[in-house]
């Protein structure tokens, strides 16, 4: 089974209420009527009523498919405002504040999922990337022991062209910009976790450098060879190596060349970057040259699911970014 079909199966068959930030926006109307046309969720949409319902009717959404919160006139905004108060009072912020961060779409979605009032939430496709995650940072949280949230991106290779096929994890290429060492260790580990509950296979990590196995030498080069230690004596079965770089890392016949002695083999399907220049950059190029489809940023180590979308996508991503937050709900 293509491991897109996986995610859509495995949510099918537990379906999760999902709210979403932007309700206003087509591309996530339209990703959230697939979503509840394939069964894979029932949808709240967050904006402002009227708005919200033209942009259904445009798509042929009949009423009472999908459910319409107005955070200017919803029966949950005392309650959340309450909640988000109590929550932030000790950060300096007063009941005024309390209630206008609770009328920005970001908060209030992110405060219903906190509530129980929904089991995850997806934004940013209008917002940036730094507002939705601190939106979920601020209100969600980290899931206990936890230190460090990161974020993901699922890339799927399934286009003729592609020689290798499958998915693939990209991190961390979203969340946080320069990693130190015990920072890119907690990122390899918590990625190797996800891929394997998303893709349902062992994860095998390569560390990504400009060096392979000690070519090149450079402080940049050392974070990467002390970040693979540290990931490896917090969990020594995990298969990982580093430094590598990426055509090591995902050839094998550039791998027995390059690093005949790597555990991978060439056959890395998590790729930890050393960085979000790197990943960032990255992951763009493969999706748009190289025709890869990239899910995410997908967020990893908060409480429940709350997860970000590239200002970038289309009705599909959304579709599939829903489905990806549907299978975390499922495996909380
Ligand atoms: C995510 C990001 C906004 C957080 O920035 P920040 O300045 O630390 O944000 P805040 O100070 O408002 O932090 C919010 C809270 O989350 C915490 N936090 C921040 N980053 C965290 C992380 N990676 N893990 C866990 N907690 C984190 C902060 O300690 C703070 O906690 P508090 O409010 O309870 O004190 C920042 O890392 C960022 O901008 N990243 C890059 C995003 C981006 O542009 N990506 C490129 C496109 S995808
Ligand atoms: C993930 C990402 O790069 O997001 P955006 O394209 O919205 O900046």
């Not at 429940?304 to 495996?331: E, K, W, Y």
Request: charged share 20%; aromatic share 4%; proline share 4%.
């Amino acid at each position: 089974m293509k491991p897109l079909d996986r995610i859509l199966e495995a949510a099918k068959s537990a379906p999760r209420h999902i709210v979403l930030a932007e309700g206003e926006d087509p591309r996530i109307v339209e990703g959230a009527v697939q979503a509840v046309r394939a069964g894979v969720a029932s949808i709240t949409l967050v904006g402002r009523r009227t708005i919200v319902e033209e942009r259904l009717a445009a798509v042929g959404a009949g009423a009472g498919e999908i459910r319409i919160e107005d955070p200017a006139s919803s029966l949950l905004t005392p309650r959340l405002t309450a909640a988000y108060y109590a929550l932030r009072k000790a950060k300096g912020i007063d009941e005024a504040a309390a209630d206008a961060a609770v009328r920005s779409p970001l908060v209030f979605a992110a405060m219903m999922v906190r509530a129980g009032e929904a089991d995850g939430t997806v934004g940013g496709a209008v917002a940036t990337t730094a507002d939705t995650v601190r939106a979920a940072l601020q209100t969600i949280g980290r899931a206990p022991g936890v230190g460090l949230v990161s974020s993901f991106f699922l890339m799927m290779l399934c286009e003729a062209h592609h020689v290798k096929k499958g998915a693939f994890v990209f991190a961390d290429c979203g969340l946080v910009v320069d990693p130190d060492a015990a920072g890119l260790a907690d990122i390899a580990v918590m990625s190797a976790r996800s891929f394997e509950a998303l893709a349902g296979k062992p994860a095998k990590v390569a560390m990504l450098s400009f060096s392979t196995a000690g070519s090149a030498a450079h402080e940049r080069v050392s974070k990467v060879v002390e970040a693979t230690r540290l990931a490896h004596a917090a969990e020594p079965c995990l298969v990982i190596d580093g430094e590598l770089q990426f055509d090591t890392a995902f050839v094998e016949a550039v791998s027995a060349a390059k690093a005949p002695q790597s555990a991978l083999h060439g056959e890395a399907n998590v790729f930890v970057f050393p960085n979000l220049d790197a990943a960032n950059i990255g992951y763009k190029i493969a999706q748009r040259i190289g025709g890869a489809t990239a899910i995410g940023p997908i967020l990893q180590g908060l409480a429940r699911p709350a997860n970000d979308l590239s200002r970038g996508c289309n009705a599909a991503d959304v579709f599939h970014m829903i489905a990806v937050t549907v299978v975390q709900a499922g495996n909380r």
